[in-house]
């Protein structure tokens, strides 16, 4: 996470406003939609917080196992969430992981460019997998069916264009991220 100050300071860019447009969602949304929200809010937020160091924001050194004990409790209550709720429940529980693993690599040194490959690779690979498939499944989301006569309907607020635009850019991000560490 440590490359070039251009990729950080497009990644703060990027995942900051993001994170304030999921917040301002959870505020309007109730129930379901109100926790997706401030889940991708907090992935959102945090990806910038940790691409802070690259656009030389000097962090402290135990802000990493601050980092790694914070997304390891939103992974366990995305864990606990998907008893309840289907994929995207799920989805937030390896992002939560994926946040993670790549704090862990920085508390250890991994991920400061000491080792290529930061962290485990093969948890750095199967995670890019992952978000390669999950960017390119968000992204074709995107583009609009042809019309064909009558739809399923409104899309529920979740949903809507602005939300699912943010998908694909927070894989984006986190595709960034894990192929710096």
């Known amino acids: ?9 497009l990644l703060v860019a990027l995942c900051g406003p993001i994170g304030g447009y999921c917040l301002a969602r959870m505020r309007g949304s109730s129930g379901a939609a109100r926790s997706a929200a401030g889940g991708e809010a907090l992935m959102a937020l945090g ?8 656009v030389g924001l000097d962090l ?11 997304f390891g409790a939103a992974a366990l209550g995305a864990l606990w969430s ?29 991920g400061h460019g000491g080792h290529p490959g930061g962290g485990l690779p093969l948890v750095t690979a199967a ?12 992204g074709a989301g995107l583009v609009p069916a042809p019309a064909s006569g009558p739809g399923p309907g409104p899309a529920p607020e ?17 595709l960034t991220m894990l192929l710096a560490l």
């Not at 996470?1 to 300071?9: D, I, L, R, T």
């Not at 995670?127 to 968000?138: C, D, E, I, K």
């Open 82 to 110: 998907a008893r309840h709720g289907g994929r995207h429940r799920l989805h937030h529980l390896v992002g939560s992981l994926a946040m993670v693993h790549m704090a862990a690599a920085m508390t250890t040194g991994a």
């Open 47 to 54: 990806m910038a917080a940790m691409a802070a160091p690259s």
């Open 158 to 174: 979740e949903d809507s264009g602005p939300a699912r635009a943010c998908r694909p850019a927070m894989g984006l991000a986190m």
């Open 127 to 138: 995670l890019l997998a992952y978000y390669t498939v999950h960017v390119l499944r968000a």
């Open 1 to 9: 996470m440590h490359g070039p100050a251009v990729s950080g300071w």
């Open 60 to 70: 402290p050194g135990w802000i990493w196992p601050l980092y790694t004990a914070v």
